[in-house]
T-cell receptor
């Protein structure tokens, strides 16, 4: 149980284009999902908390108009990187908490490696 | 001050030895702590979590929590080359629901 998938696993795009990344909970429903970004040799930085049926909550310093999050169903959250630039190249990872876990353990998707040329 | 701190390493231990990974945290109200293992190029994988003072054992892994000292550790017994990875410590700060704050991770190398 507690399987989270992401698609695509890697993507290369040109500067100025937009890229959509999907995060799905495969065997549970998730009212909340989390989006992280990880640069090489650095730790995970939480970008935003995705809430089903409502607006995402962004961490300080994360541009909500650049990183659009849509949590349209209990099993799918999407992150769209708009007008991507080379500095947005990073490893994007989502996570979710299966319901009913007392200590809110988070389970991660496999990640999406974005390269912006 | 970072909320969760770890020594970046690398920590090098010989095969079969005990690896000891340490983490300190600044939010005294944090309740639960998590250890994740991350192989290079992969996403984090949950190894253990701990919420009570003392030790919690799961196979070759033992997590230790000392809330008075604001200290969390992970011991790996009989270390194997396959344990070579970066180990991330994460805490759930007070009032943040299910959000996690991660340390920078400690890179472990198990040598033959």
């Amino acid at each position: 149980g507690a399987v989270v998938s992401q698609h695509p696993s890697w993507v290369i795009c040109k500067s100025g284009t937009s890229v959509k990344i999907e995060c799905r909970s495969l065997d549970f429903q998730a009212t909340t999902m989390f989006w992280y970004r990880q640069f090489p040799k650095q730790s995970l930085m939480l970008m935003a908390t995705s809430n089903e049926g409502s607006k995402a909550t962004y961490e300080q310093g994360v541009e909500k108009d650049k990183f659009l999050i849509n949590h349209a169903s209990l099993t799918l959250s999407t992150l769209t990187v708009t007008s991507a630039h080379p500095e947005d190249s990073s490893f994007y990872i989502c996570s979710a908490n299966p319901p009913g876990l007392r200590y809110n353990e988070q389970f991660f998707g496999p990640g999406t490696r974005l390269t912006v040329l | 001050q970072k909320e969760v701190e770890q020594n970046s390493g690398p920590l090098s231990v010989p095969e079969g030895a005990i690896a000891s990974l340490n983490c300190t945290y600044s939010d005294r109200g944090s309740q639960s702590f998590f250890w994740y293992r991350q192989y290079s190029g992969k996403s984090p994988e949950l190894i253990m979590f701990i919420y009570s003072n003392g030790d919690k054992e799961d196979g070759r892994f033992t997590a230790q929590l000392n809330k008075a000292s604001q200290y969390v550790s992970l011991l790996i017994r009989d270390s194997q080359p396959s344990d070579s990875a970066t180990y991330l410590c994460a805490g759930q700060p007070t009032g943040t629901a299910s959000k996690l704050t991660f340390g920078t991770g400690t890179r472990l190398q198990v040598t033959l």
